[in-house]
């Protein structure tokens, strides 16, 4: 929840992308709904957890593994353009890679990994 009140400052009516849908993703996507998030797109390769993340505010689900782009690429075609905000909660120096490059040019904050 730091992360994304203090650190990130997620703004109401914002769209946030949450990599990893575990105990932190979760806590994640509960702040940026919290902040107001209009949009809170889960990414996990694990498709059963999306039933659990919407209770948390998650709106969207993408799986990675159901695609043959890049996920950075999925998730700046399905915005226009990029997320607001973007936050990696694996630990997974790829999925850094990803988290930042599929933010809008201007708003780079990621959350540091657990």
């Known amino acids: 929840l730091e992360a ?3 650190t990130a400052k997620v703004e109401s009516g914002s769209i946030v992308a949450v990599f990893g849908l575990g105990t932190v993703g979760l806590a994640v ?3 940026a709904k919290s902040a107001g998030a209009s949009r809170i ?10 039933d659990t993340a919407k209770n948390f505010g998650v ?3 993408i799986n990675p593994k159901e695609h ?3 996920i950075q690429q999925v998730i700046v075609d399905l915005t226009d353009g990029g ?20 933010c809008h040019k201007v708003n780079t904050a990621a959350a540091v990994p657990h």
Do not use: H, Q
């Open 4 to 6: 994304v009140w203090n």
């Open 29 to 31: 996507a509960e702040g």
């Open 41 to 50: 797109i889960g990414i996990d390769i694990d498709g059963k957890k999306f």
């Open 59 to 61: 709106t969207e689900f």
């Open 68 to 70: 043959d782009k890049p």
């Open 83 to 102: 997320v607001d905000y973007s936050f990696e909660c694996i630990g997974n120096v790829s999925v850094m890679r990803a988290a930042l490059e599929c």
